[in-house]
Nanobody, 115 residues
Protein backbone atom coordinates (compact mmCIF):
# COMPACT_ATOMS: atom_id res chain seq x y z
CA UNK A 1 0.00 0.00 0.00
CA UNK A 2 1.38 3.37 -1.05
CA UNK A 3 1.45 6.05 1.62
CA UNK A 4 3.09 9.46 2.01
CA UNK A 5 3.25 11.32 5.30
CA UNK A 6 4.45 14.90 5.65
CA UNK A 7 5.64 16.59 8.82
CA UNK A 8 7.53 19.66 9.96
CA UNK A 9 5.13 22.47 9.22
CA UNK A 10 4.44 25.28 11.63
CA UNK A 11 4.46 29.02 12.26
CA UNK A 12 7.62 30.95 11.46
CA UNK A 13 8.52 34.61 11.13
CA UNK A 14 9.50 36.11 7.79
CA UNK A 15 13.13 35.35 7.07
CA UNK A 16 13.01 32.18 9.13
CA UNK A 17 13.48 28.55 8.18
CA UNK A 18 11.57 25.29 8.33
CA UNK A 19 12.43 21.76 7.30
CA UNK A 20 9.63 19.57 5.98
CA UNK A 21 9.89 15.81 5.81
CA UNK A 22 8.04 13.25 3.74
CA UNK A 23 8.19 9.58 4.64
CA UNK A 24 6.94 7.14 2.02
CA UNK A 25 5.94 3.51 2.13
CA UNK A 26 4.87 1.02 -0.48
CA UNK A 27 7.43 2.19 -3.03
CA UNK A 28 11.05 3.27 -3.27
CA UNK A 29 12.42 6.72 -4.03
CA UNK A 30 15.15 4.88 -5.94
CA UNK A 31 12.54 4.13 -8.60
CA UNK A 32 10.00 6.97 -8.49
CA UNK A 33 10.33 10.73 -8.68
CA UNK A 34 9.02 12.60 -5.64
CA UNK A 35 7.68 16.13 -5.61
CA UNK A 36 6.52 18.87 -3.28
CA UNK A 37 3.46 20.99 -4.01
CA UNK A 38 1.68 23.70 -2.06
CA UNK A 39 -1.81 25.14 -2.03
CA UNK A 40 -3.57 28.12 -0.54
CA UNK A 41 -7.36 28.36 -0.27
CA UNK A 42 -8.96 29.44 -3.51
CA UNK A 43 -5.90 28.77 -5.64
CA UNK A 44 -4.65 25.82 -7.64
CA UNK A 45 -2.05 23.50 -6.23
CA UNK A 46 1.42 24.74 -7.23
CA UNK A 47 4.49 22.66 -7.91
CA UNK A 48 7.40 23.64 -5.67
CA UNK A 49 10.15 21.13 -6.33
CA UNK A 50 10.87 17.59 -7.41
CA UNK A 51 13.69 15.11 -7.17
CA UNK A 52 14.30 12.79 -10.09
CA UNK A 53 14.73 9.09 -9.42
CA UNK A 54 16.59 8.73 -12.72
CA UNK A 55 19.53 11.03 -12.09
CA UNK A 56 19.01 12.55 -8.64
CA UNK A 57 18.59 16.04 -10.07
CA UNK A 58 16.32 18.52 -8.32
CA UNK A 59 14.07 21.10 -9.93
CA UNK A 60 12.49 24.17 -8.34
CA UNK A 61 9.78 26.68 -9.09
CA UNK A 62 11.13 30.14 -9.83
CA UNK A 63 9.41 31.46 -6.73
CA UNK A 64 11.52 29.27 -4.41
CA UNK A 65 14.75 28.88 -6.39
CA UNK A 66 17.73 29.70 -4.20
CA UNK A 67 15.73 29.52 -0.97
CA UNK A 68 14.43 25.92 -0.88
CA UNK A 69 16.52 22.77 -1.10
CA UNK A 70 15.13 19.29 -1.62
CA UNK A 71 17.12 16.25 -0.60
CA UNK A 72 16.74 12.55 -0.01
CA UNK A 73 18.10 10.64 2.97
CA UNK A 74 17.39 7.16 1.70
CA UNK A 75 14.80 5.25 -0.31
CA UNK A 76 12.00 6.26 2.05
CA UNK A 77 12.68 9.80 3.28
CA UNK A 78 12.86 13.14 1.53
CA UNK A 79 13.20 16.62 3.02
CA UNK A 80 12.47 20.16 1.90
CA UNK A 81 14.67 22.75 3.59
CA UNK A 82 13.00 26.15 3.36
CA UNK A 83 15.07 29.25 4.13
CA UNK A 84 14.39 32.98 3.90
CA UNK A 85 10.69 32.30 4.16
CA UNK A 86 8.23 34.92 2.98
CA UNK A 87 4.57 35.48 3.84
CA UNK A 88 3.67 34.34 0.33
CA UNK A 89 5.13 30.92 1.14
CA UNK A 90 2.20 30.37 3.49
CA UNK A 91 0.32 27.28 2.27
CA UNK A 92 -0.40 23.64 2.91
CA UNK A 93 2.55 21.65 1.59
CA UNK A 94 2.07 18.19 0.09
CA UNK A 95 4.45 15.56 -1.17
CA UNK A 96 3.44 13.64 -4.25
CA UNK A 97 4.48 10.66 -6.32
CA UNK A 98 3.15 8.91 -9.40
CA UNK A 99 3.52 5.23 -8.66
CA UNK A 100 2.55 2.46 -11.04
CA UNK A 101 0.12 4.66 -12.95
CA UNK A 102 -1.57 6.32 -9.96
CA UNK A 103 -0.98 9.72 -8.37
CA UNK A 104 -0.58 9.70 -4.61
CA UNK A 105 -0.63 12.60 -2.14
CA UNK A 106 0.16 12.96 1.51
CA UNK A 107 -2.26 14.61 3.91
CA UNK A 108 -0.34 17.89 3.86
CA UNK A 109 1.38 20.03 6.48
CA UNK A 110 0.56 23.68 7.14
CA UNK A 111 3.28 26.29 6.82
CA UNK A 112 2.46 29.79 8.02
CA UNK A 113 4.91 32.66 7.61
CA UNK A 114 3.83 35.63 9.67
CA UNK A 115 5.15 38.14 12.16
Amino acid sequence: QVNLVESGGGLVQPGGSLRLACVVSGFSLDKYTIGWFRQVPGKEREGVSCLSSKNGDTYYADSVQGRFTMSRDNAKNTDLQMNSLKPEDTAVYYCNADVRGFRYWGQGTQVTVSS
